[in-house]
């Protein structure tokens, strides 16, 4: 058993590090911090509106991305005020290679382009109509800012510290990678107007995500991936984003029917077409990172190899 566990266990491993244990973490701390931005969008409403004061729908939009502003507070508190936690800070600066313009440019382009791509398919198809509504710069970029505290603050619970708990837990890095993108989608069960197409498509942008953070050494392009995509469907387009259309988009739905790239109920991210697109740029990555032998980060190298010297040291003493 002991040989078992030091081939597949690191020794640098909490016990919190456990699938399950780390899930329920992960899960708790997304509920309670969107509690905690419930509070702090309802005050927000009545110190801009007054109590029973009318909301504009653009304002109501971002109150509805921005309510996950709980969950980077809280996120940020438990990695900082417990010690086992705190190296995770460092994946949210430029300590991490990949924290870069130019990866936040890729995460960017990665985000529209996919999204736009499969727009563009679902009215070539004749399976979505869309007509200009309106737009203003000011709230254009306001959104864009609240849809980013949305996609991040789920980046944060998924990509930083679910994902490296179970780097320091796990030898085979494969493991993190397969099981934060299956936590991931389970994380979205519940939205509405799920399907299987929509679930297999949250695991696939899952890898993806976990893929730029793995090899690329970049939280800031998962976090603008993420944004991106998000604000393409929902804030641009005025289509289904987790199953829900929003008050204030640029563009609206004018008619629409189910096909390859859209899905009338879930949008372009319930569909087969989503997936094959989003597949076909997570295996680019992943060969661009094997062609050019793209070195991963690991945060806990350092705290494992402490470990396995602080080891052999009892071991030497016990003979």
Not at 2 to 20: A, I, Y
Not at 184 to 192: E, K, L, Q, Y
Not at 303 to 315: G, I, V
Request: charged share 15%; with cysteine; glycine share 8%.
């Amino acid at each position: 058993m002991r040989n078992f566990l030091n081939k597949h266990l690191r020794s640098c491993r909490k016990v919190t590090d456990q699938f399950f244990i780390g899930f329920f973490l992960a899960f708790l701390l997304t509920a309670f911090g969107q509690l905690l931005g419930e509070i702090i969008c309802t005050r927000l409403k009545v110190m801009r509106f007054g109590p029973t004061g009318p909301v504009p729908a653009w304002f109501e939009t971002g109150m509805m991305y921005f309510m996950f502003s709980g969950i980077w507070i809280l996120m940020i508190l438990v990695m900082a005020i417990f010690p086992k936690n705190r190296e995770m800070l460092k994946t949210f600066g430029t300590k991490l290679s990949g924290n870069n313009l130019k990866m936040t440019l890729l995460g960017c382009l990665i985000g529209f382009c996919t999204n736009a791509f499969c727009v563009a398919m679902s009215i070539l198809l004749k399976d979505l109509s869309i007509s200009f509504y309106v737009f203003d710069i000011v709230i254009f970029l306001f959104l864009l800012f609240t849809v980013f505290v949305q996609s991040a603050a789920e980046e944060i619970v998924m990509r930083i510290y679910f994902y490296e708990k179970l780097r320091r837990r796990y030898r085979n890095p494969l493991i993190a990678l397969l099981f934060t993108s299956v936590g991931f989608a389970v994380m979205h069960v519940g939205n509405p107007n799920m399907t299987t197409w929509g679930l297999t498509q949250i695991v696939i942008i899952g890898l993806l995500l976990a893929v730029l953070v793995h090899y690329y050494n970049s939280t800031w392009a998962a976090f603008w991936v993420h944004a991106i995509w998000n604000f393409t469907q929902s804030i641009l387009f005025g289509l289904p984003n987790s199953g829900l259309v929003v008050p204030y988009s640029n563009f609206k739905i004018n008619a629409s029917s189910t096909g390859f790239f859209f899905d009338a109920g879930n949008g372009v991210e319930g569909s087969p077409g989503a997936c094959i697109v989003i597949g076909i740029v997570l295996v680019l990555l992943i060969v661009y990172a094997k062609k050019h032998d793209l070195q991963p980060h690991d945060l806990w190298a350092a705290q494992e190899a402490e470990a396995d010297a602080l080891a052999a040291e009892r071991a030497a003493a016990q003979k």
